[in-house]
């Protein structure tokens, strides 16, 4: 039996902060040189539910080793926009997600392409998991015609039909009814007698008490459609914890008789068990699910908070040391001897350098030209992708306004 390091799934009560977490020894089974199960005890709870996810996981050295290569890029990046906004390269809204990065990692593993995500305006690191590279992702951050959407959408609105990524959205709850629709198309498009592709809305814990979200359950729940409401419980909403902000803090629990799971959103392996679970529910026709990830955001809601005003030094830094979730996934590689301490810090310079390497790509796309910034808003036809033009469209400086000739 090898021993590993591993942070315990918290329950998080409602009425008080969650400092009293803690590191506990937990134990691998060595399958082979490349593989090992894990325990995932007290990582999962249930609401309305009659199985569980499983307490443990088998994983293959390649496979725990691509999930940290994508955190530690997540991290890098979302470091980089900092220094970027910083330096006012980068303007506007600016959310970031480190600290939350086994979050998106995990769902990402547990779907599959054909699935359907669509998010808040916290969205950079689920674009980068769901098919997009560092430099389109710093190039939309630039304003540049390099990004994923062309240097038009920002921060907030990353987009990727091709591989069933539909935002990134700036309006806070907006994405759970289109979510919701997402859900509605999958299981019309179904074939008959195979599981449906799921589709899931993550949103805030600052969201979760909107009105929208509760008309999209009850339709979801009425239809039975294949959808995940999730909710990514970072504590603080935009500033206000949750005890002070909502009710009822248990999230999962929120769709009364709809089934909930709420999974620790710092373990990588827990969140993919937990998701592997909620798609084969909901895809098998057993309608929506809740699922709130249990996890942590270091940098404030966005750029301009400096999220220290409603929690304190102490607590951020009390989290990094005993539930990060990259030192939890280096921990789990050394320990189950998959690599060694220096195999890693190898790993991380060649991403340290390879982030700097798509950063530098991301400046040299030009920005976008005035003449494209109207393209595809105003449709003739919608198959042809044929465009046109209102006789007047006003810009900021009326000088520079647009008029058809």
Partial sequence: MLSIARIKAQSFPSNRLATALSKFACGSRALSSD????????????????????????MTKDELLSHFRLMYTMRRMEIT???????????????????????????????????????????????????????AILAELFGNAGGMTKGKGGSMHFYSKENNFFGGQGIVGAQVPVGTGLAFANKYNAKPGEKMNVAIACYGDGAANQGQIWESANMASLWKLPMIFCIENNRYGMGTSIDRHSSHSDYYKMGNHIPGLRIDGMNVLAVKEGMRFVKDYCGSGNGPMYVEMMTYRYHGH???????????????????????????????????????????????????????????????????????????????????YKQEYPEHIRMPDFAKSFWRS
Wanted: contains cysteine; charged residues 25%; proline residues 4%.
């Fill in 302 to 384: 966005s750029m301009s908070d400096p999220g220290t005003t409603y929690r304190n030094r102490e607590e951020i830094a009390f989290t990094r040391s005993t539930r990060d979730p990259l030192e939890f996934v280096k921990k789990t590689l050394i320990d189950a001897g998959f690599v060694e301490a220096e195999d890693i810090k190898a790993m991380e310079k060649e991403i340290r350098k390879e982030v700097q390497n798509e950063v530098q790509k991301a400046k040299e796309f030009p920005p976008v030209e005035l003449n494209q910034l109207f393209d595809n808003v105003y449709a003739a036809e919608i198959n042809g």
């Fill in 35 to 58: 593989s090992a199960t894990f325990d995932l005890t007290g990582s999962f709870e249930t609401h309305n539910l009659d199985t569980a996810p499983n307490n443990e996981i088998t």
């Fill in 81 to 135: 926009c900092d220094n970027e906004y910083k330096a006012r390269n980068i303007r506007g809204f600016c959310h970031l997600y480190d600290g939350q990065e086994a979050v998106a990692t995990g769902i990402n593993a547990a779907f599959s392409p054909e699935d359907s995500w669509i998010t808040s305006y916290r969205c950079h690191c689920i674009a980068l998991a769901r098919g997009g590279n560092v430099a």
